[in-house]
């Protein structure tokens, strides 16, 4: 049983998934619709434009090293993001991001095992 269970850690099974693992460091997150992502009302954080092209390239180069942390409004249907605004603002903004994750972010809740 526990044999069975280290194979399918070691190998899991194919699906939609699988392919975006493959190209982003955060493998063990949920692929989330960016659209039913929305900010919070406290980010306090600002980045100048220079910063914000690196993080584009970085993500275009090595793909997502940082999931979107987010908390789950459930009567809104929606994740609230707690930390990766940035991130969110690259797929949200960005075509070719958009293209290479199929229009979803890596989102990562606190508290959550993995997925």
Same mark, same amino acid.
């Given at each position: 049983? &526990?044999?069975?269970?280290? =194979? @399918?850690?070691?190998?899991?099974?194919?699906?939609?998934?699988?392919?975006?693992?493959?190209?982003?460091?955060?493998?063990?997150?949920?692929?989330?619709? &960016?659209?039913?992502?929305? *900010? /919070?009302?406290? /980010?306090? /954080?600002? *980045?100048? =434009?220079?910063?914000?092209?690196?993080?584009?390239?970085?993500?275009?180069?090595?793909?997502?090293? !940082?999931? &979107? *942390?987010?908390?789950?409004?459930?009567?809104?249907?929606?994740? *609230?993001?707690?930390?990766?605004?940035?991130?969110?603002?690259?797929?949200?903004? /960005?075509?070719? &991001? !958009?293209?290479?994750?199929?229009?979803?972010?890596?989102?990562?809740?606190?508290? !959550?095992? @993995? !997925?």
């Amino acid at each position: 049983m &526990i044999a069975e269970a280290l =194979q @399918h850690l070691a190998h899991p099974s194919a699906d939609s998934s699988d392919d975006l693992r493959k190209k982003h460091p955060v493998s063990e997150v949920r692929w989330v619709p &960016i659209g039913v992502v929305e *900010v /919070n009302d406290y /980010n306090p /954080n600002r *980045v100048a =434009q220079k910063e914000m092209k690196l993080l584009v390239t970085s993500i275009l180069h090595d793909g997502y090293t !940082q999931p &979107i *942390v987010t908390v789950r409004d459930e009567k809104a249907g929606k994740y *609230v993001i707690v930390d990766g605004f940035h991130r969110y603002y690259s797929c949200k903004a /960005n075509k070719e &991001i !958009q293209a290479m994750t199929g229009g979803d972010g890596p989102d990562r809740r606190p508290g !959550q095992g @993995h !997925q």
